[in-house]
């Protein structure tokens, strides 16, 4: 009798009860602390920006399968709830519906879709998303409203700069940190989420929360968001202590512009990110480089956004050099004579 056939299907072929989508929604819990701050501080607008960023994500990907793509569906696997959460996050509360629903079918149908679906994308959908409606819509995109008084609840018609872009009008227009410190809310309320921006960068408190859950359920590791936040209070910290009069402290750029936003939940995306320590560690430092490098000396206040597409197009890179060691390969031997 001849021997059956071996068949080799692609990976993975680890079997385990974790699957995409427990993940996912594993992602989904750890967001729902920020999304509660941004609701208390936002208000409805934050529900209404949320709600409608994942509806329509949920739906282009639902039509885009359905109708044009023939495929199977995945809309229940929890990656485009995530998507259209994540890009409510990084616009802000007063966006017009109708431009966060062009972000999102751009989000999903451009960087997801086009490539194939989830596990093939090469940049993270929501950030494409993100950057598509900052370049075709900067001042909607850069109207920030701004907490009221008594710092619970946002006055629709109280607009602002952000705490990153107060300093970096203050300085170009020469400026000491001196003078802008009077504008710029304390760290405590940075850390808490008590100001004004997109509705991602709110509280870093209930965005490390989430973290935590993320690293205790083992979703993600620690090597991207130590690596990242490390490198960037490290570099921001350097400049700081040789100019603190034109450099902020480095707990303002920790605590502001999304960086914990980034260095939790998006740049340890699992598609877009490396699949090595040493990759994934190589990675989180090009961000933090990057984003210092923007924020510091472009023109623009924030930079991680930017940053993480930046190095999403070197993971393929990266992947190739950090390759892990194959299973019965040869390990040399160190002989001790």
């Known amino acids: 009798m ?22 996912m929604y594993d992602v989904v819990i750890a967001l729902a602390p920020a999304f509660l701050v941004s609701v208390y501080v936002f208000g409805i607008n ?12 949920l739906l282009f990907e639902y039509l885009f399968q359905k109708y044009l793509l023939k495929t199977p569906t995945t809309i229940t696997d929890g990656s485009a709830l995530i998507t259209g959460i994540l890009l ?43 950057v598509f409606l900052l370049v075709s819509f900067p001042v909607q995109m850069t109207v920030w409203p701004t907490a009221v008084e008594n710092n619970t609840s946002i006055a629709d018609a109280v607009t602002g700069a952000t705490t990153l872009g107060i300093i970096k009008d203050g300085l170009q227009f020469g400026g000491t940190m001196t003078e802008l410190s009077a504008q710029l809310p304390s760290n405590l309320n940075l ?19 989430g973290g935590v859950y993320l690293l205790a359920r083992k979703v993600i590791t620690w090597h991207i968001p130590v690596a990242l936040l490390g490198t960037l209070v490290l570099m921001t910290g350097i400049f ?8 902020a402290h480095p707990l303002i750029h920790l605590f502001s512009g999304g960086a914990v936003l980034g260095a939790f939940y998006m740049a340890t995306d699992l598609v877009t990110s ?4 040493k990759g994934m560690v190589i990675f989180a430092i090009g961000i933090g480089i990057i984003t210092v490098v923007i924020r510091l000396f472009g023109s623009y206040p924030e930079g991680i956004s930017f940053a993480i597409l930046i190095m999403n197009a ?24």
């Open 191 to 209: 850390f808490l989420g008590l100001t004004g921006g997109s509705l991602g960068e709110m509280s870093a408190l209930a965005l490390l929360l």
């Open 88 to 130: 409510a996050f990084n616009v802000p509360s007063g966006l017009p519906i109708w431009m966060v629903i062009v972000g999102s079918l751009v989000a999903i149908g451009i960087a997801k879709l086009s490539f194939g679906g989830l596990g093939f994308n090469i940049f993270n959908p929501a950030l494409v998303g993100r």
């Open 240 to 247: 700081w202590w040789i100019d603190p009069e034109h450099y």
């Open 314 to 337: 070197f993971v393929p890179l990266i992947n190739k050099y950090f390759k892990p060691r194959r299973f019965g390969s040869k390990i040399k031997a160190k002989i001790v004579g």
């Open 274 to 277: 490396p699949v090595t320590k």
């Open 2 to 23: 001849d021997n059956p056939p071996i068949i080799i299907s692609a990976s993975p072929h680890v079997h385990s009860d974790r699957t995409s989508q427990r993940i």
């Open 46 to 57: 934050a529900f209404m920006v949320t709600t409608t960023a994942v509806v329509s994500c």
